[in-house]
């Protein structure tokens, strides 16, 4: 069974029709259209270019909504129209607003790239882009996000959902992998197909060598034809890979004066857990929601190990336990808890998110006194906001993380829309987990076993990733320490050296786990290779690889702190860093005009050191100061505020990437 959900990266091309509210019959032809995806050692560049003809005889707004995972960033566009070609620089929002409104208010052809707050697809973050084009003429815009790519449950999986709404003369699609260990594992699948290919095929051609791969999808019209004469493709192309993995402290890639470590460890024994449910049964979660959860129960409670220990808790204004304290997961207590799930998960009072939270932490503190060496987990389901007891969200959070005290890893999960995922997502990152969403929909229970899956298998506990002092820059390094790591997936430390260090460094990774001849703790090291280079990488590939992850992780921290100062400081920390390495991130834009072009405007600081140094936070736009520092607007988070007006043709294309994982 094919589960696809918050992996590598699905690419939605919906090229949808074009209707003018003046000729509803006239369609936008799509003449040309291009995917370009390049992997290096997880780190993802996409390309994608599409070629458009505007049959009318006026000018159009066309909208471009863009759907981005939530772990990339838009970092390029560019359109052509005529003989002209515009380039997109970073800005902050509102500079990027008003250079787009004077563009267009002028009549000249503009564009711009904007991350919105409506609701997106699976894990997605949403953009808008803009395009102005003039009548009778075509346009060609090319469109690059760049993507870290995360191991789920043992691959790596890049989807394409080709989906054009009609036969595209000249479609393609192209992806390259290149890793500096060996590939392995590599296998594809067509569109609407669900046999896994691992050599060329119909209109497939893939290209093989130890560490390299190219798979080149490029479907003739009457292929296209086959799947509907008048639509064209309609499904997913699917490619999925893996790489060696040895039993020690991983790679670290050093280029220039940067680094990306990587560490999945394989041959380690699966550690015993420690696992508490805790499960919202207010009465917003009757009907299909409990009736999901109720499902889902049964199956994750017959994958719990015989030497693992569990406990149900249920809250609504109310707590529930099945047992007084955790019981071993044996074949009779699991299924008496199954009876006990089906009997008591049936909804009915207010959220008190708090006291369930406290009282799993309290399950957990005592079972660790008799119980080391094992992985403590704490899974939280709830599908609306605090209504009971303590219902304000940063309360809670301190509370939540004082009483933890790094004892367990919570994993929130929010089901629905109707959830705070903000206090989700903060809860989660300060207390060692990470929040997801569940899709009120058909494969619910799907979602929620692949979430499981992901955590179930600890491999190793109180992970320390450590490098010489004199070496890196201790304050641009990314996170260093993790509670535990579940097999299948992959530990990514990203940094900065000093000026002139040395080569002949280690990397030394220290954590509780078991290799099947040696318990307790565990020593791995890692030696830097140099000097990075080859036909698939980029000269600034361990930089942007940092700065990417960095960004992510100062936009978590922003989230988390409670002192607005700090709060502030960290907030202009990732601004800085969007402008100086061009990220579309929630605070910047990315803004087409002709002014922008001719230079009439504020071009991005080319200074990477001193915007990222010399920050400060004040004007309305980015400009240099008298004395070299840089003054940027903190953005409010909000929307462009552009719309699709009454005369305008619509032409919605509409770009979908998707992390999402495939279970076998």
């Known amino acids: 069974m094919f589960n696809m959900w918050n992996s590598l990266f699905l690419l939605l091309i919906n090229l949808c029709y074009a209707f003018s509210e003046l000729n509803r019959s006239t369609v936008l032809e799509i003449t040309d259209l291009a995917i370009v995806a390049k992997t290096y050692a997880r780190f993802s560049e996409v390309t994608v270019t599409a070629e458009v003809m505007n049959t009318q005889s006026s000018g159009r707004e066309f909208m471009f909504a863009v759907q981005v995972p939530t772990s990339g ?74 993507e870290v790519i ?26 390259i992998i290149e890793e500096p260990q060996d590939i392995h594992g590599l296998s594809y699948s067509l569109p609407n197909h669900t046999e896994a290919l691992e050599s060329s095929s119909q209109a497939v051609t893939v290209k093989a060598a130890p560490k390299r791969r190219v798979i080149e999808y490029r479907p003739t019209v009457e292929q296209q034809q086959r799947y509907n004469a008048d639509t064209g493709i309609a499904g997913d192309f699917v490619v999925a890979y893996d790489v060696d993995h040895q039993n020690d402290g991983g790679i670290v890639l050093v280029q220039n004066d940067y680094f990306v470590h990587y560490f999945s460890p394989s041959g380690l024994q699966i550690l015993p857990k420690n696992i508490i449910f805790v499960i919202d049964i207010s009465g917003s979660m009757g009907g299909f929601k409990i009736q999901k959860v109720r499902e889902v129960m ?22 529930t336990l099945w047992k007084k304290s955790p019981e071993r997961a044996t074949a009779s207590n699991i299924e008496v808890a199954r009876r006990y799930a089906d009997e008591t998960l049936v909804a009915r009072g207010s959220t008190n998110i708090n006291t369930a939270l406290i009282d799993a932490v309290d399950l957990l503190r005592g079972l660790s006194k008799r119980e080391d060496g094992r992985g403590r987990v704490i899974v939280f389901l709830t599908d609306g906001h605090p209504t009971a007891g303590i219902v304000d969200p940063t309360q809670i959070r301190r509370n939540v993380k004082t009483r933890n005290e790094g004892l367990a890893s919570i994993f929130a ?46 491999l190793l506990v109180d992970v320390n990733v450590k490098y010489t002092p004199t070496v890196i820059v201790s304050d641009q390094v990314t996170r260093t320490v ?138 309305g736009k980015i400009t240099r100061s008298s004395d070299s520092s840089i003054i940027a607007q903190n953005s409010n988070w909000r929307s462009s505020g552009h719309s699709i007006v009454q005369d305008t043709t619509l032409f919605g294309l509409v770009f979908v990437l998707i992390s999402r994982l495939l279970v076998f």
Not at 169 to 174: A, V
């Open 482 to 619: 993790f509670p535990q790591y579940f097999q299948g997936t992959e530990l990514v430390v990203a940094g900065r050296l000093r000026n002139n260090a040395p080569s002949d460094w280690q990397a030394t990774v220290t954590a509780e786990g078991d290799t099947g001849s040696t318990s307790g703790r565990l020593d791995f090291t890692a030696t830097p290779e140099y000097p990075l280079d080859g036909p698939g990488v980029t000269s600034d590939f361990a930089e942007r690889y940092w700065a990417f992850s960095r960004i992510k992780e100062l936009l978590k921290m922003e989230l988390v702190e409670e002192n607005r100062e700090q709060k502030s400081i960290y907030r202009e920390m990732a601004l800085n860093m969007s402008l100086a390495y061009q990220f579309v991130t929630p605070l910047t834009s990315m803004v087409v005009t002709e002014s922008v072009n001719a230079g009439e405007v504020d071009e991005p600081i080319e200074d990477r050191e001193m915007l990222l140094g010399l920050g400060k936070v004040s004007g």
């Open 413 to 458: 999960l929010g089901f629905g829309y109707n959830v705070d995922m903000a206090f989700l997502e903060a809860l989660a990152y300060e207390n060692g987990g990470f929040a997801r969403r569940i899709y009120e929909e058909s494969d619910a229970s799907d979602q929620l076993e692949t979430f499981y899956a992901e955590i179930s298998t600890p």
């Open 150 to 175: 995360k191991r789920r449950l043992g691959f790596y999986r890049q989807i394409f959902h080709v989906e054009p709404k009609q036969v595209v003369r000249n479609l393609s699609l192209m992806c």
């Open 298 to 319: 049964h199956v994750i409670l017959g994958k719990l190990r015989d030497y693992d220990y569990f406990n149900i808790l249920l809250f609504d204004d109310r707590i």
């Open 73 to 146: 960033f838009i970092t390029g566009f560019q359109m052509t129209t005529g003989n002209t070609t515009l380039r997109g620089i970073v800005q902050e929002k509102s500079a990027a607003d008003k250079a787009y409104d004077q563009a267009k208010d002028s009549g000249t052809s503009a564009g711009k790239v904007s991350q919105q707050p409506s609701n997106p697809g699976r894990d997605m973050d949403n953009f808008a882009l803009y395009m102005n084009v003039a009548g009778n003429s075509s346009a060609k815009f090319e469109l690059n996000y760049q």
